[in-house]
């Protein structure tokens, strides 16, 4: 079954000013030649208009390839995952939560 994820990301902190413009140089470049898994479904991908990081939401039933696909950019970024389901799915979902806690109130 496949899973969505909320990926945040930041770059890292440190280096002079020209270490952080050669690792920009060399990301940007790994971009150009870099392609995320096929396992992966990448519905969204922004990035922060600081320049700092940004978000993307990813669909995939492989954590593993998903795993690939971060530590390859972890010397830039460090990463946040979070594990979501679309609103409408969660609502019959919180609706037998509420239930099973209500019957012990």
């Given at each position: 079954m496949a899973m969505k994820f909320v990926i945040t990301y930041t770059s890292r902190a440190g280096g002079s000013a020209s270490e952080n413009v050669a690792g920009a140089e060399a990301a940007s470049k790994l971009l150009?030649?870099?392609?995320?898994?096929?396992?992966?479904?990448?519905?969204?991908?922004?990035?922060?208009c600081d320049g700092n990081g940004g978000f993307a939401v990813i669909e995939t039933e492989n954590g593993g390839e998903l795993f690939k696909d971060l530590a390859t950019w972890s010397a830039w970024n460090e990463f946040h995952l979070y594990p979501v389901v679309d609103v409408l799915d969660s609502m019959p979902l919180m609706e037998q939560a509420l239930g099973v806690a209500k019957s012990v109130l």
């Open positions: 150009s030649n870099w392609s995320p898994s096929q396992a992966a479904t990448i519905h969204q991908w922004v990035q922060r």
